[in-house]
């Protein structure tokens, strides 16, 4: 596609609801990552996938959070029974190789709310 | 300490003057530097990248890295009100694909 899609854009759960998070990359890009930023926060890393592989899910806070992509492009963020401190925005951004210079490019993010 | 630190702000700076933003990180293995600006509600949209101690332009913008004092800054020239932003600071360390952010400097114009 022509850029980072991701789904829904806004979701709002109530505390202990399952939601799913969705990630289309841009096309023929092998890295994804995932990433979560607070109002007035940076982005924190969650997740990265190269292909299918998962090799780091070493900022997922909890194991609440599960992430996979299981055909190497589109990928899913899953939050299990989701608490008031998941509220946040969720960005995922691909990039062609994933090497350590390599520009990201960010999809518009799911803002979700934890009523 | 944060591992990488900004200004938050806000940072008011005239239209058509220059605005300088500031970020310092503290892991010395640290070998790539970007620059992301980020309108409120939007993604992340990468500005400038550098990698080398110096200066980097293009266009208004110019990038500038000094390792020794683990400093990296960003100067916007004739700035416009378009550029009202957040400005985000952002750094690989060293052979990892990890970006560690700063939480942004936001940044007025004003006209």
């Known amino acids: 596609g022509a850029g980072v899609s991701q789904s829904p854009r806004y979701k709002v759960a109530k505390r202990g609801q399952d939601v799913a998070l969705r990630c289309d990359p841009i096309?023929?890009?092998?890295?994804l990552f995932w990433y979560q930023q607070a109002l007035g926060q940076g982005p924190e890393f969650l997740t990265y996938?190269?292909?299918?592989?998962?090799?780091?899910k070493s900022g997922l806070p909890s194991d609440r959070f599960f992430a996979e992509r299981p055909e190497g492009s589109v990928s899913t963020l899953k939050i299990q029974r989701t608490q008031q401190e998941d509220s946040a925005v969720y960005l995922c951004?691909?990039?062609?190789?994933?090497?350590?210079?390599?520009?990201?490019?960010f999809g518009s993010g799911t803002q979700l709310s934890v009523l | 300490q944060k591992e990488v630190e900004q200004n938050s702000g806000p940072l008011s700076v005239p239209e058509g003057a220059i605005a300088s933003l500031n970020c310092t990180y503290s892991?010395?293995?640290?070998?790539?530097f970007f620059w992301y600006r980020q309108y409120s509600g939007k993604s992340p949209e990468l500005i400038m990248s550098?990698?080398s101690n110096g200066d980097k332009e293009d266009g208004r913008f110019t990038a500038q890295l000094n390792k020794a004092s683990q400093y990296v800054s960003l100067l916007i020239r004739d700035s416009q009100p378009s550029d009202s932003a957040t400005y985000l600071c952002?750094?690989?360390?060293?052979?990892?694909?990890?970006?560690?952010w700063g939480a942004g400097t936001k940044l007025i114009i004003k006209p």
């Open positions: 952002a750094v690989n360390r060293h052979s990892n694909y990890q970006l560690i």
């Open positions: 892991d010395r293995g640290s070998q790539s």
């Open positions: 550098i990698y």
């Open positions: 996938f190269q292909n299918e592989a998962q090799l780091d």
């Open positions: 951004a691909s990039s062609f190789t994933g090497a350590t210079n390599e520009k990201l490019f």
């Open positions: 096309s023929g890009h092998v890295s």
